[in-house]
């Protein structure tokens, strides 16, 4: 067999979508965890779904994996309905599950070439040595996964998706539950992944894992799409652009702007003056500094995607994750 | 067929690095072994200690003690003839006690002497529901009879002679190593394909490998494969200590083999189908309690299923444990290879139709 790596991703076809889903939807007696959600994604990129816990991320990736059937609606991955055709395209794609856990009495390298095996890739032992190398297990290789760390955990279940050089990866919430440092461990393999070419779909409740690594964002709630972009262009379409921030400002600062015409906001003792787009900064800045007030500090703010959560979701941030 | 290997290599990894799983199926049904086989076979027939209270310490008294001696069923234990029987029975937890009242000798010189109406009677005290009152009871009418005859001066005219119904001369231990090895079968497949389908489910393995190539029937035929293998070890080892410790002549024979490898595909099969309704490690454990225990007293493992009242031995008749047990004696200790090659194909009945469900009722998706 000729030797493998975890190099470029094989070609799809130029201009093809990996991902298609058309009004999609799954009803169970007592809820509508995805409510006719329509999406596709483009060879190469990673797509976000990016919503609180319960907003059907989870659901829609497991009809994409062929794990549930849709009430209704067309999900296709490659081209192959995922309801009929799954068994065709399944070497094609790599899963890491929901909370994944590894088989604890494997170690990393048994359990990478066990499951190429699964998949009826013959993986030699230098292939698995590289593809544990890529993960950042290599000195790991050899303990009982039971023993490792959850960020290690999870590296060790990217190893197995990539196994079989799959062309997409699933990642369902890679990053939950581990401490900062495993996260930017973990986003940085991920950025590299991207960079090789892969296609990967990510779900996340992270806002700011969505804003780092996705190329393009699908923020759901309750079942439903309700915003999809870029993250610059959804933070530029309802974030309210750039925030001027007068620290110190206090009550006589927000009279002295709305007295000339100025709209503000004032929390506490700052006041908040928004400007739509990037190039009414300066003269906006320019403006202010003709006005005289007390004040503390000035500075801008860019508006995130927590921002557009506040607009477009009224979830609120709680430790860095949204909340329903 | 690889995907099945790679499946059998990996489960067997985890399996044998677990000790618990690993004494389940190999250490404890050579303790089971060592246990009853030093119980019932290094000493022969066990021998009941029996409490005597000589009351009359004559020639004859002592000479019926020394005739329950030589049955070999009875130990000599003695109650000083001064102390109160029964108190000292209950003072001492003495299970069974004969007594030998005063003047025994004395009579049995009057019915020598031609007295017709010379009676003594020697008192058994004891639970006559326990076994060992029985024994004892046995020994004691049998020393009596042999007084009786040689006062009367008779001879023995009906005499019970013994031969071996079986091929060789087999010992207990014969007997019961094909009970443990059913047991085996049962417990060490059953109990870890529960366990292992409430683990699969609620650590989301299933769902894991629902995104590879392997199938559910190849995953179980993968499970099957590891047990077959891993039941032919404990048979081994089970065989050697059988050998090696008590000298057991019984041997595997090719139905015996056949009915192993059947047994671990119906048992394995069996617990995927219990998998199907567990969720949770608590749960399967307590099914698989609930199925095996009951399961392996009914099927004969331990008790010969002819000594069950008759509602019991229906029921065994239905357990699919029942003809592994029966099989395995038949053919192992009784040459009875035409018996046991239905047995095998009755087993074989029952392991497909577990397989077929256990296959297709066990859902590796999510609804």
Redesign the interface.
């Known amino acids: 067999m000729a030797s493998r790596d975890v190099g470029p991703s094989r070609v799809v076809g130029v201009g093809e979508h990996v991902i298609e889903v058309r009004g999609l939807v799954k009803r ?1 007696p007592d809820i509508t965890a995805v409510d006719g959600i329509t999406f596709e994604v483009n060879r190469g990129e990673v797509f976000s779904l990016l919503g609180p816990n319960g907003a059907g991320k989870t659901t829609t990736v ?1 009809i994409l ?5 849709p009430t209704e609606g067309e999900a296709r991955v490659f081209g192959e309905d995922v309801g009929t055709g799954y ?1 065709r395209i ?2 094609r ?1 790599g ?1 890491l ?1 929901q ?3 590894p ?4 170690r990393p390298r ?2 990478v070439g ?2 190429g ?4 890739h ?1 993986v030699s032992d230098n292939e698995v040595a590289k593809i544990i190398e890529t993960v950042g297990l290599a000195d790991r290789a050899n303990t ?1 996964a039971l023993n490792l760390s959850g960020g290690e955990k999870r590296r060790l279940g990217i190893a197995m998706a990539l196994v079989g050089q799959p062309d997409l990866l699933f990642l369902d919430e890679p990053t939950t539950g581990l401490d900062p440092g495993a996260r930017r461990e973990l986003w940085t393999l991920i950025g590299d992944l991207r960079r090789k070419g892969r296609t990967i779909l990510l779900t996340t409740h992270y806002l700011d894992e969505a804003e780092q690594l996705a190329d393009d964002v699908a923020i759901m709630n309750h079942g439903k799409i309700v915003a999809r972009g870029s993250p610059s262009a959804l933070i530029s379409q309802f974030g309210g652009g750039t925030t001027i921030v007068l620290a110190g400002a206090g009550r006589g600062g927000y009279e002295a702007l709305m007295a000339r015409g100025i709209a503000a906001e004032i929390q506490g003792t700052d006041v908040f003056v928004h400007v739509p787009t990037a190039s009414q900064v300066r003269p906006m800045l320019a403006k202010l500094a003709s006005i005289e007030i007390p004040l503390t500090e000035i500075y801008t703010k860019r508006s995130t995607l927590e921002d557009v959560f506040l607009k477009l979701v009224g979830a609120r941030m709680e430790e860095g994750v949204l909340a329903a | 067929m690889k995907r099945i290997l790679a499946d059998v290599t990996a489960f067997g990894r985890q399996y044998l690095r677990s000790r618990v799983g690993t004494f389940f199926a190999l250490a404890f049904p050579v303790i089971l072994i060592l246990l009853f086989g030093s119980i019932f076979s290094s000493s022969g027939s066990p021998r009941v200690p029996l409490a005597v209270q000589d009351m009359d310490m004559s020639d004859a008294s002592r000479g019926f003690v020394q005739a329950l001696n030589n049955t070999t069923l009875t130990t000599y234990q003695a109650i000083p003839p001064t102390a109160n029987f029964q108190a000292y029975m209950r003072q001492h937890s003495i299970n069974v006690a004969l007594q030998i009242p005063s003047g025994f000798q004395a009579t049995l010189v009057q019915a020598e002497m031609g007295n017709t109406s010379a009676r003594v009677n020697v008192t058994l005290a004891g639970d006559p529901t326990q076994s060992s009152f029985g024994i004892a009871y046995s020994a004691v009418a049998a020393v009596a009879n042999g007084f009786n005859l040689k006062i009367a001066n008779a001879t023995e005219v009906v005499s019970v002679g013994e031969t071996p119904f079986t091929v060789q001369q087999f010992g207990y231990i014969d007997f019961f190593l094909p009970g443990i090895i059913g047991f085996t079968i049962l417990t060490t497949p059953m109990f870890g394909m529960t366990s292992i389908c409430a683990e699969y489910r609620t650590r989301r393995f299933f769902k894991l490998l629902a995104t590879t190539k392997l199938s559910k029937a190849e995953w179980l035929a993968a499970k099957v494969v590891f047990y077959v293998l891993l039941l032919f070890l404990s048979v081994a080892i089970m065989m050697l200590v059988g050998i090696g410790v008590f000298g057991m002549k019984a041997g595997l024979t090719p139905v015996a083999v056949l009915l192993i490898v059947a047994g671990a595909f119906e048992f394995t099969s069996l617990g995927m189908v219990l998998g199907i309704f567990v969720r949770d490690p608590g749960t399967g454990e307590a099914l698989a309690n609930a199925i095996g225990f009951p399961m392996m007293f009914l099927a004969g493992s331990f008790f010969p299923i002819d000594s069950m009242p008759s509602f019991l031995q229906t029921i065994a008749r239905a357990l699919p444990l029942t003809y592994i047990n029966e099989g395995l004696r038949a053919t192992m200790v009784l040459a009875n290879d035409a018996t046991a090659f239905t047995y095998l194909l009755v087993t074989l009945g029952f392991a497909v139709v577990f397989f077929a469900v256990g296959a297709r009722g066990l859902s590796w998706k999510s609804k």
């Open positions: 169970y497991e994996e062929g794990l549930r059937d068994r399944r070497e794609v899963v599950p909370d994944f856990e088989f604890d009495r494997l048994e359990a066990y499951w095996r699964l998949f009826d013959a009982f």
